[in-house]
């Protein structure tokens, strides 16, 4: 076994690989860049090496600096993770001409599997079943034509160096085709450079399943069973499971065999996912071969009770595999969520900005949370935005739903966007529940999933307010504390008034929507009226935000997280965010006005175009934000007079950051 391994990678599966090395007793070695000088897995490894710039190609996708890292420190192997390097045959060259040992298959393997063409070929002469379709070198455009009107319509056209949904178009009917293929080609070159495409069938309604398979040196081969994968926007995969709803143990059987017999075909060492797509009545074709570990291999380990990483630096030091076919057994389900920031209804807009509040659920025997990010960490433009996997496992597929939804209910993410709620609805939607799957759920589901915005409950707007007073009297209390006069009458929080009662207001803003909640003190409670209604309310708040209420006799418990102006009402699976309105700055003029003028993203102010003081019309102009590369022009939302701008340019605004003071004319 190795001393120490350097791992080329970052985020969550560097502290994933971290995490199995330091249990087993080996060195790890970090690489970052200057966008990761504090990253998690940089703070977890026990060395680090800085490796040059944010941008991936002049840091993550440098060869020959990886390999100076490892040489510098020593280190007798590198993991590859996924992504980044992991399936880079020039890599994998650099690192033997080393003499540091590469964990993962050989080059070969890579290369044999690295243009779907060529894969198909081996496949077929392997007997593994391929989908009906033309694999060869004639890309004549007219030949192609009748090789799809032979297989029938509709057909795929598939870039052969492609991969992650580009290079690809669906054809209806043969009068489409060669505008099609003449489209296809010219991104397969722009993305890929090969103009190269295959044709097959396409199958209106597939599955995507994958099979996890395991080589060594000593010629042993095994499968870890399957991965049903078919839960997906736009080629990427959101919700991953295992075992696949309705296999038969005969399917399994024959997809675990053709599987092996894959990575058989190319002397195949290491981990590796052999891809499927599967029709709706169990037959299935061969799509691909990855030659690496999987962003989706936890599901595998948690029916397992396996350490795939463990595996895999066992095989690539030589060892055999630890254990045969038959000594493999699924016990129980296993689902996993990809937790992104990212904006589901804006289609899915990557988010950046600093995770200000981050509480996973508590993981034990039936949760797992895998990450690359803490509490304070940045999401930057320059990766992928994951921000963490949630694994849950539990004895059959229903119960482990049940723990998917619990767990997702207890996630609290605040600072970035994130699709936590759109994978609650996913878990929850009557077709995945049901496991009537295909890879166009998400899209036929979009009723269900994309939901038009409801306002929120009254309870939560109970909840904010009185997380609100309860910090201003906590603040008050810590305050006196620090006073030479700690017991003075001054620093009370109890509303006490000379011939009067207490009375004050608070104003929120969720969307479009302003409330006023006028509060007052009902004993050792508090009464709240809102819309005319009024509630007595009292509880305790914890510094995380955690606060046990009581709302008219009801008791409940919620998460209120303060991120600048914002206020992150977390409950019964839930989250909304209000902006807490300054009485002081507040126009009067209702929510719908300003409700426009609050920063739609994080961001950069990069101009002010209207003067401090200025009369402008509805739709006037008044500055603009820089925000994923794209420029936001935030206009006027009624005739009015801009009365001071909350920021200057070059200011970085958080999400909701209110941007401008803003009074609406009188109507």
Not at 78 to 97: M, Q, R, V
Not at 241 to 257: D, I, N, Q
């Amino acid at each position: 076994m190795f001393n120490k391994i350097l791992i080329a990678n970052r985020g969550e599966i560097a502290c994933r690989v971290i995490k199995t090395a330091r249990r087993l007793g080996i060195k790890t070695v970090a690489v970052y860049s200057e966008a990761d000088a504090g990253a998690r897995h940089v703070r977890l490894a026990d060395e680090a090496v800085f490796i040059g710039p944010a941008a991936a190609r002049e840091s993550y996708l440098v060869v020959d600096k990886i390999i100076a890292a490892a040489k510098q420190t020593g280190a007798q192997a590198i993991h590859p993770g996924y992504g980044f390097l992991s399936e880079n045959e020039a890599f994998c060259d650099a690192c033997d001409a080393a003499g540091i040992v590469f964990i993962g298959p050989p080059v070969s393997a890579i290369r044999a599997m690295g243009s779907k063409s060529e894969a198909k070929k081996l496949m077929e002469k392997a007997q593994v079943p391929l989908t009906p379709g033309y694999h060869g070198d004639n890309q004549e455009p007219g030949f192609l034509n009748v090789q799809a009107d032979a297989i029938g319509y509709p057909v795929l056209i598939k870039a052969a160096a492609g991969g992650g949904g580009k290079g690809m178009r669906l054809v209806e009917r043969s009068t489409d085709f060669l505008e099609a293929l003449a489209s296809c080609k010219r991104e397969a070159a722009s993305s890929f450079g090969s103009d190269h495409v295959l044709v097959e069938k396409y199958l209106t309604r597939p599955r995507h399943i994958e099979i996890q398979v395991f080589g060594d040196t000593h010629g042993n081969y095994v499968h870890l069973f399957e991965r049903d994968c078919s839960v997906q926007r736009r080629h990427q995969k959101v919700l991953e499971e295992a075992p696949a709803p309705g296999m038969t143990l005969e399917r399994r059987a024959a997809m675990g065999k053709a599987a092996v017999d894959a990575a058989r075909a190319v002397g195949y060492v290491g981990a590796g996912t052999v891809e499927f797509i599967a029709n709706q009545d169990g037959t299935f074709y061969f799509m691909e071969m990855n030659t690496r570990l999987q962003v989706e291999h936890p599901v595998t380990e948690m029916i397992t009770g396996l350490d795939l990483v463990e595996w895999q630096l066992r095989v690539a030091s030589g060892e055999p595999l630890p254990l045969a076919q038959e000594q493999l057994a699924i016990n129980g389900h296993a689902l996993e969520a990809r937790i992104y920031a990212e904006d589901p209804g804006k289609g899915f807009l990557p988010s950046t900005g600093r995770l200000v509040h981050l509480a996973p659920p508590e993981e034990g025997v039936h949760v797992r949370v895998d990450t690359g990010v803490e509490e304070g960490d940045e999401i930057s433009p320059f990766y992928d935005p994951m921000i963490a996997k949630l694994i849950v496992w539990d004895v059959n597929r229903d119960r482990a739903l049940a723990r998917m939804l619990q767990a997702l209910a207890e996630y609290r993410v605040v600072g970035v966007a994130n699709n936590i709620e759109f994978l609650s609805r996913l878990t929850a939607c009557p077709a995945f529940a049901g496991a009537d799957l295909d890879t166009g759920l998400i899209e036929r589901e979009k009723g269900y999933l994309f939901p038009t915005e409801q306002g929120a409950p009254r309870e939560a707007w109970l909840v904010a307010g009185l997380a609100e007073l309860l910090r201003e009297k906590a603040r008050a209390v810590t305050q006196a504390a620090r006073h030479s006069e700690p017991d003075s009458p001054w620093h009370q929080r109890d509303g006490w008034r000379l011939n009067a009662a207490a009375k004050r207001t608070l104003i929120f803003r969720l969307g479009e929507e302003e409330k006023s909640l006028f509060v007052s003190n009902r004993g050792e409670a508090l009464a709240i009226t809102l819309d005319g209604t009024t509630s007595v309310v009292s509880g305790q708040l914890n510094l995380r935000g955690l606060l046990r209420a009581e709302l008219d006799g009801l008791r409940t418990t919620a998460t209120v997280v303060v991120a600048g102006e914002r206020r992150h009402v977390f409950g019964h699976g839930k989250a909304w965010q209000f902006a807490a309105v300054d009485p002081l700055h507040h126009s009067g003029g209702g929510g719908g006005a300003e409700g426009g003028l609050l920063a739609p993203m994080p961001g950069k102010v990069i101009a002010l175009i209207a003067a401090e003081g200025a009369k402008v019309e509805k739709g006037a102009p008044l500055l603009i934000l820089e925000a994923m590369k794209m420029e936001h022009t935030i206009t006027a939302p009624a005739a009015g007079t801009v009365k001071a701008f909350r920021f200057i340019v070059g200011d970085q605004v958080g999400d909701g950051a209110q941007l401008v003071d803003f009074a609406v004319d009188p109507a």
